[in-house]
């Protein structure tokens, strides 16, 4: 997609503002590099998405200069108003708890690249739906799995391999029949991986041993893997995943090297490239 002028150009930031987002940027680029360096991903390169929650599009654009072409945002709004401002050859990544009657709000971003918390058939068909028909791709699509069982997180139950071999029955746990769900139902989106928050326990373990919800959302990748599968969607048809396997985004500015180190294909850093966000209170109180 070409760099369209955008509706309403953002404002610039500072000289200042702009050389500190530039060497945030670059750090947190060679820190990913070389966790991705040690850990030898199958998928190559991973994808950092610079996640611009309650920052100005002015920041968003003195990383977009810097080459950075993924933001994540977390709150619709904020997303269609810096999608307004914005160069069009942005890919938003959209993190943020999804509501079925905001579907067709976020299919209007033509340059909406993927939404990584998809956790219903209801989402899933209210975003086909919603997309216009002369969309020249399908909209990336990431499960998002609840691994640590959190009631405060959403997300579907994640799957083990020593799980019922659920499908073998027809797929009958939540996460199975949503990706099933998607791959018949959905010509519009693209099952593209799984997506998980981690729990603030598994971080603080995992300086001594391996992060919990990292290695669980591993599992459940693998589990659905040979679910799929076994539902007639095998790999080499290519329906779903790249290269034959489905990513895995999980790891943020506080662990995303880790999560690397675990195998992660997609990390959401903010606060490492943005610096420290203001409180919502504060955001409304303004």
Not at 29 to 56: D, F, H, I, M, N
Not at 67 to 95: C, M, S, T
Not at 202 to 208: G, V
Request: glycine content about 6%; proline content about 6%; hydrophobic content about 40%.
């Amino acid at each position: 997609m070409s760099a369209a002028v955008p509706t309403v150009p953002a404002v610039r930031a500072t000289p200042e503002r702009a050389a500190e987002m530039k060497e945030s940027l670059s750090e947190i680029r060679q820190r990913v590099e070389a966790a991705a360096a040690k850990a030898s991903s199958p998928s190559g390169k991973p994808l950092l998405v610079a996640v611009s929650k309650y920052k100005p599009a002015s920041d968003v654009l003195a990383c977009y200069e810097d080459g950075q072409r993924d933001f994540g945002e977390n709150y619709v709004q904020e997303l269609v108003d810096k999608a307004a401002q914005l160069p069009q050859d942005i890919r938003w990544h959209f993190i943020g708890t999804l509501q079925s009657n905001k579907a067709k709000i976020l299919a209007s971003i033509p340059n909406l690249y993927a939404i990584q918390t998809v956790t219903s058939t209801k989402a899933a068909s209210a975003l086909n739906k919603a997309l216009p028909a002369d969309r020249p791709t399908p909209l990336n699509i990431l499960l998002q799995v609840n691994t640590s069982g959190e009631d405060a997180k959403s997300g579907v139950a994640p799957l083990s391999a020593t799980d019922p071999a659920d499908a073998e029955e027809g797929g009958s746990t939540e996460l199975v029949q949503l990706a099933r769900h998607i791959l018949a139902e959905c010509p519009r989106l693209r099952l593209q991986g799984l997506m998980t928050i981690g729990a603030l326990a598994a971080f603080l373990a995992s300086a001594e041993r391996p992060n919990e919800d990292f290695a669980r959302l591993v599992a459940t990748r693998d589990a659905l893997h040979a679910a799929l599968a076994r539902a007639g969607f095998p790999p080499e048809e290519g329906k779903w995943g790249e290269g034959g396997r489905l990513l895995l985004s999980m790891g943020m500015s506080s662990d995303f090297e880790a999560a690397l180190a675990a195998g992660s294909d997609i990390v959401r850093v903010g606060t490492g490239i943005f610096g420290s966000r203001p409180k919502k209170e504060e955001i409304k109180a303004q």
